[in-house]
């Protein structure tokens, strides 16, 4: 079993930087393809970005050019850097496994918040 645990959301003014964090138990890391997710009120879940085990990184269109997916395997740990905040960035933020075993493990989520 694996648990994710979300951290580093907030509120910031628009154009601001946030570094989302997500801390994961369990072994084999490294192994899985990770993932963020969001989540804005009345909206669909949306993908943000995803980084397999090899460091292929995936982005949506939304995001390209403003968010850096990233994972540390010696801690366990995947990060969202997230510059040039916009008002529609406004979310609860995921962390989700896509592959191996626990694929489909979920974090609680960490809000972020844009407002001037």
């Known amino acids: 079993q694996v648990q994710l645990v979300e951290s580093g959301g907030g509120l910031v003014q628009p154009g601001g930087s946030l570094r989302l964090s997500c801390a994961a138990s369990g072994s084999d890391f490294s192994r899985y393809t990770m993932g963020w997710y969001r989540q804005a009120p009345g909206k669909q879940q949306q993908m943000v970005a995803q980084?397999?085990?090899?460091?292929?990184?995936i982005y949506a269109d939304s995001v390209k050019g403003r968010f850096t997916i990233s994972r540390d395997d010696a801690k366990n740990t995947l990060y969202l850097q997230i510059d040039s905040l916009r008002l529609e960035d406004t979310a609860v933020y995921y962390c989700?496994?896509?592959?191996?075993?626990?694929?489909?493990?979920w974090g609680r989520g960490t809000q972020v918040t844009v407002s001037s």
């Open positions: 989700t496994t896509l592959s191996g075993p626990f694929r489909g493990a």
């Open positions: 980084i397999t085990s090899d460091r292929y990184r």
